[in-house]
């Protein structure tokens, strides 16, 4: 993707083979457009008395340019209410145009200099397509070119949210693959090559090395499968002199089939999705360091098949984790906060000194909080608000859920230190404090984005299936520590 970035001009006169502008919610010509209308003889004012252009939110109206203007499709968007007007309203607006627009070149007005990296990630965002695995390829006709006008110098916010647009784009890419192209040991591959090109450090704990470091939790899941599982670390060094190091863990199960607690037949081929976590995490990383951030941070992705067979993991057993606690493992199926507990401590002990985690772990979270907001369970208040501000910057929905001390006997077992299962007490909060026993006293936050992982349908720049919910969410977490 080609994105420039020119002093905003006289609108005609730009050449591109679609213009994007955007005007808020009226019932006559906007001042703004006054100029265009009458370069194209008086059509705009004629749309808006008829009704046909509103400003209502995510309207979109096409004029044809019939070489009035140097551009050769006008595309008006609709922002709303003046008064509701934020950077995510015109991120969704950006993304709902960036379906209709024509041709390889676009030029977008930016509305106000301080929405140009809003604008940018949106279209970059909406433009978004996955039909990699057809036997003829569909022909691509998504626009190669973006140029951002803007009456200030932008560069920077636009170089910003580039990257971090291709971090989400790149998360959804991997969450989409189907499970028999990304397999922990091809992701981990993956993570080697996709890493290692955004200058981040990379090492990759083998089936061999995961046993010897004692991180079972991981093992016992991944035991089951032919395929074994891998444990992926992915330094950034941007803050050489500082102590303080950002540690990010992303639940990668590749595929979920449940184990001997096996799921159901509806829904087990989403189970390819359970690893959006870890693709939010290398997503992150990578954007963290190719806007070179001033921070430390560790990304740890922990990658495992969660399948049935003679050597797969059963209810009941007993696993000693990396920090030396015991698990009874009485649920195959919440495997995820086992990879997920042994990826927390050793994070922690590579150095982290706030931890963040993001995961497909519960079902019940949608029961919660629908599909409008993840959920956010911490062992400190102000580090969860500092998450849930980031998620808030990044128009990401955090909803933090409470972490009253009577919870923690949600993870207590009869017979070793801790329990993977509490029945439906409370279950995406459980999931929560069996986590945070692992950041053992460390800041620690963990995101529970099963319910918003994958949506259903299109809407503004989110495409029908994988999100990649919550890589911005973490990419604004460094930036704010950065700062």
Not at 35 to 47: F, K, R, S, T
Not at 132 to 156: C, I, M, P, Y
Not at 213 to 228: C, R, T
């Amino acid at each position: 993707m080609n994105i420039t970035v020119h002093k905003h001009t006289d609108l005609h006169t730009v050449a591109a083979d679609s213009l994007v502008v955007f005007y808020g919610e009226t019932n006559e010509l906007p001042a703004g457009l006054a100029a265009l209308n009458e370069v194209l003889g008086g059509e705009l004012q004629a749309l808006f008395a008829d009704g046909e252009a509103t400003g209502k939110v995510n309207d979109v109206t096409h004029v044809r340019a019939n070489g009035r203007l140097a551009a050769k499709h006008l595309y008006l968007v609709g922002l709303g209410k003046a008064g509701d007007l934020n950077a995510e309203v015109i991120r969704k607006a950006a993304g709902t145009v960036a379906r209709s627009v024509r041709g390889e070149s676009v030029a977008v007005s930016a509305y106000a200099s301080e929405y140009a990296g809003a604008i940018t990630e949106g279209m970059l965002m909406g433009r978004y397509v996955y039909h990699n695995h057809k036997s003829e390829a569909e022909a691509d006709q998504r626009f190669t070119t973006l140029t951002v006008l803007a009456d200030e110098d932008v560069q920077a916010a636009v170089e910003a949210a580039r990257v971090d647009a291709e971090a989400v784009n790149l998360a959804r890419d991997l969450t989409n693959m189907p499970a028999n192209l990304l397999d922990p040991v091809i992701f981990a591959d993956k993570s080697v090559e996709l890493g290692t090109a955004a200058g981040l450090e990379v090492e990759v704990l083998d089936e061999v090395k995961l046993q010897e470091l004692g991180l079972n939790l991981l093992w016992s899941v991944g035991k089951g499968s032919e395929i074994p599982p891998r444990l992926v670390v992915l330094r950034y060094n941007g803050a050489p002199d500082s102590k303080e190091v950002l540690g990010l863990v992303g639940k990668g199960v590749t595929f979920d089939t449940g184990g001997y607690i096996i799921k159901p037949e509806n829904g087990m081929g989403d189970m390819k999705t359970d690893m959006g976590g870890a693709a939010c995490v290398l997503g992150a990383m990578r954007a963290i360091a190719e806007r070179g951030l001033k921070l430390n941070a560790i990304g740890i992705l922990v990658l495992a098949e969660n399948m049935v067979s003679g050597s797969a993991f059963k209810p009941g057993d007993v696993a000693v984790a990396f920090n030396g606690k015991t698990v009874e493992m009485i649920d195959t199926d919440c495997e995820g906060r086992l990879v997920l507990a042994d990826g927390i401590a050793y994070v922690k002990h590579l150095g982290a000194t706030k931890i963040v985690d993001t995961a497909t772990l519960t079902g019940a979270v949608t029961v919660v909080l629908g599909n409008e907001a993840a959920s956010l369970y911490g062992n400190d208040d102000a580090w969860v608000e500092e998450v849930k501000q980031a998620g808030a910057e990044a128009g990401e929905r955090l909803f933090p859920l409470p972490n009253y001390p009577e919870y923690q006997k949600l993870i207590e077992s009869s017979i070793a230190d801790y329990i993977n299962y509490s029945y439906r007490n409370a279950a995406s909060i459980a999931g929560g404090v069996f986590l945070a026993a692992f950041a053992d006293g460390v800041p620690f936050v963990h995101i529970d984005m099963a319910n918003v992982s994958k949506a259903k349908k299109t809407n503004g720049y989110i495409v029908e299936e994988a999100t990649g919910f919550s890589t911005r969410s973490l990419i604004k977490v460094a930036e704010r520590l950065a700062k």
